[in-house]
């Protein structure tokens, strides 16, 4: 079964609920390498390494600008599925669970201890289908401390999620959210 570019297993052949896998050995191996490449190579490096880790993501297919800003606590899952635009950062801490693709937008900033999750399964499935989904953080966007961001969604530019906030449906833009699950505030003044 394929879904958005990262192939996943059926569940109904590969029995996740007595330890099966859900991704091919292909897939398995990759990560494998990179969580070693990265603990190895990135994980303890001081802040001022920043062209340091954006080579290492970029050598394991990340498309990641020159002035993006990646800490070295930052757990990424795929980097072949991961965009990372303009002045973007994604803070101490953060995990970037991408089973499918996620693009952070220019000038956003994913804060310290922020979870961006793409992986779900379909609950009315008996085999507890694995399913990935998207998801687009837009440019200038603030998703703060320790916020989730949930499979399928799009952060429309200039949005502010507020701290511990919880998004499983869409962020409108220049809107500041808060709460689990999270709803607008007010608006915020585009710039």
């Known amino acids: 079964m394929r879904n958005d570019g990262t192939e996943i297993l059926d569940a109904s052949d590969g029995s996740p609920f007595l330890g099966g896998p859900s991704f ?3 897939n398995r191996v990759k990560r494998v390498v990179w969580n070693i490449a990265w603990t190895v190579l990135a994980s303890w490096t001081p802040p001022a390494f920043k062209a340091w880790r954006r080579a290492i993501l970029r050598i394991f297919g990340a498309r990641v600008a020159n002035t993006a800003i990646i800490y070295s606590s930052a757990r990424i899952w795929l980097p072949s599925n991961l ?3 303009d002045l973007a950062c994604v803070g101490p801490n953060v995990t970037v669970y991408n089973m499918a ?6 000038r956003a900033i994913i804060s310290q201890g ?3 999750c793409c992986g779900t399964h379909d609950v009315n499935n008996a085999a507890f289908q694995l399913l990935a989904k998207p ?3 837009g440019e200038k966007v603030w998703i703060a401390a320790e ?3 949930g499979p399928g969604v799009k952060v429309g530019d200039g949005a502010v999620l507020g701290a511990r906030a919880v998004a499983m449906r869409s962020v409108n ?5 808060s709460g689990n ?3 607008a505030i007010r608006g915020r003044s585009e710039f």
């Open 24 to 26: 091919p050995l292909k």
């Open 83 to 85: 965009e990372i635009c």
């Open 101 to 106: 693709m996620i693009k952070i937008g220019a």
């Open 114 to 116: 922020s979870y961006l």
């Open 135 to 137: 998801i687009e953080i």
């Open 147 to 149: 916020a989730f961001v």
């Open 173 to 177: 833009p220049w809107t500041i959210y």
């Open 181 to 183: 699950p999270a709803v």
